[in-house]
């Protein structure tokens, strides 16, 4: 198998006439959705080359899932440009994209053509009408490789601009193969979308589902914030397996939603994103007690996940939630200072990870690839790529690794990986501003942003949420006269984030 299309077509073959996907008011079976992606992609065969990006400027929902499998029978690779984020962000991640052609719907033809002025806009709507060249799509699958990209997402990046982390076809069958065999999931299943589509969680919701013939549930991101309502789409829908950001699940436990409702046809939760507080897990666990619980770990780079821990039921895990052992074809390893092994039980290193399923690097980014996907340092005999993550663990007494935080400004907040140096720059070049450092309180999940200048904290505020997506706004922000140092002269952070802890 060399392309993720070969899933659909696989499952329309077996399925036809099964629901893949729902949403609110609406189904698509796997033989509507193939052939809806067969209309988009014979429409845009010859307007693109392979390995093209194509901006998809939509809601997530069954259109959406349309657009971009058209994108990827036509051989180009999808973007999405998710409309919920300020425009000046969406146009700084089109600046490094350049995408020739933003795909859209009418429901948003109009901003597209103001947000995104030099790309051409074309309506999924309408080229969803044209007819199947059967003999185009072939000529484009014929050429194309399982190293050609499938995706592409943007996170967020240290130099002040984000970085488009772009996954290969192959990286993705390769986990998606063994995540769903490792977690049998099976046709039988109703997978609840959680995730936006611009967020990696949610790769393993659409291509399991793509795999096995399992239905895809597009749960409206309205109810994250209706408890009950959640949990009434839970139970009616009847979803089995819930692969959710931790951020979501505590919502509901928050809340004490299981207390009105238990989805008792839930067999399978797995978390990631975040530290899974412990609390929130025992309701959840107490609750559904014949479900199994996994914790997940792994950053974009190393496509969704490389390594998993299944909760035991009965263990206290006071020193935390292990993440874990690596997925099959995957090696993570631990690497210190002078990038030497690193094994003893309680030393810390830098995880670090080798095989198949590494993404591509960074669109347009060459140097920024370079550093983070480097030469393997235990192999010195021939060309091997690792990708050096910057979260540093360590291994219990029973061979467990453990995640002991980063080693740099990057935070794990609202399951988005967070560069703070990218809020500093942006609080910094606002007119009134002389200088910001940003901290975030782990423990309460808090992140704060401290600021010297003349401007108005409403005003920084919202100029901030104008420029960056909500979960890169600070929830508080302090105005300073000046910054405590340390005694090298840098600022003490940590005086900050005391500071801030005492109020």
């Not at 029978?73 to 919920?84: I, K, M, Q, R, S």
């Not at 993705?172 to 997978?191: G, H, S, W, Y």
């Not at 099959?328 to 030497?340: I, Q, R, T």
Request: net charge neutral.
């Amino acid at each position: 198998m060399k392309n993720v299309l070969e899933y659909l077509e696989n499952s329309a073959r077996a399925f036809p006439h099964k629901a893949a996907l729902e949403e609110e008011s609406r189904t698509c079976t796997f033989g509507e959705l193939q052939e809806a992606s067969m209309r988009i992609g014979s429409a845009m065969a010859g307007k693109i080359r392979i390995g093209t990006p194509v901006a998809v400027f939509m809601e997530k929902g069954i259109a959406c899932l349309q657009a971009f499998f058209g994108i990827v029978y036509a051989g180009g690779f999808y973007v999405l440009l998710n409309p919920e984020l300020p425009p000046a962000r969406l146009r700084q991640i089109q600046d490094i994209l350049q995408a020739p052609y933003i795909l859209t719907d009418e429901e948003h033809r109009a901003a597209a053509q103001e947000i995104f002025p030099s790309a051409a806009v074309l309506l999924a709507e309408e080229l969803g009408e044209g007819p199947i060249r059967e003999d185009a799509l072939a000529g484009v699958r014929g050429r194309m490789v399982d190293t050609d990209p499938l995706y592409g997402m943007f996170t967020s990046g240290s130099t002040g601009v984000p970085k488009g982390v772009v996954v290969s076809h192959g990286s993705v069958i390769d986990f998606i193969n063994t995540f769903t065999e490792l977690f049998q999931i099976r046709e039988d299943d109703v997978i609840g979308n959680q995730a936006p589509f611009d967020f990696d969680v949610s790769v393993k919701d659409i291509y399991s589902a793509l795999k096995t013939g399992a239905t895809l549930s597009i749960i409206p991101k309205p109810l994250f914030s209706r408890p009950k309502d959640l949990l009434d789409w839970l139970c009616d829908r009847k979803i089995t397996t819930m692969i959710w950001a931790v951020s979501a699940l505590c919502l509901i436990s928050t809340f004490h939603g299981l207390d009105y409702r238990r989805p008792q046809a839930v067999r399978k939760i797995l978390f990631s994103g975040e530290v899974m507080p412990l609390k929130h897990l025992r309701v959840w666990m107490e609750h559904l007690p014949e479900a199994q619980f996994v914790n997940l770990y792994g950053p974009t780079e190393i496509t969704c996940n490389c390594t998993y821990h299944v909760l035991e039921r009965g263990r206290g895990y006071q020193e935390g939630i292990p993440i874990g052992r690596p997925f099959p074809n995957k090696d993570v390893f631990l690497l210190g200072p002078g990038s030497e092994r690193v094994s003893q039980p309680g030393a810390e290193g830098e995880i670090c990870v080798r095989g198949k399923a590494l993404a591509l690097g960074y669109y347009r980014a060459p140097e920024q690839t370079a550093a983070a996907f480097v030469q393997n340092p235990l192999n010195p005999w021939y060309p091997e790529r690792i990708y050096r993550t910057g979260d540093m663990g360590k291994y219990t007494e029973d061979g467990e690794l453990v995640f002991c935080g980063r080693k740099d400004f990057q935070i794990k907040h609202m399951g988005h990986r967070i560069e703070l140096e990218e809020i500093e720059r942006a609080v910094s070049n606002l007119p009134g501003v002389q200088r910001c450092c940003c901290v975030f309180d782990g423990q309460k999940q808090k992140l704060y942003g401290f600021y010297t200048g003349g401007l108005d904290k409403k005003e920084l505020h919202r100029q901030l949420r104008a420029q960056l997506p909500v979960y890169m706004v600070p929830g508080a922000l302090y105005h300073l006269t000046e910054f405590p140092l340390t005694k090298n002269g840098k600022i003490d952070r940590k005086s900050l984030l005391e500071r801030r802890s005492q109020k």
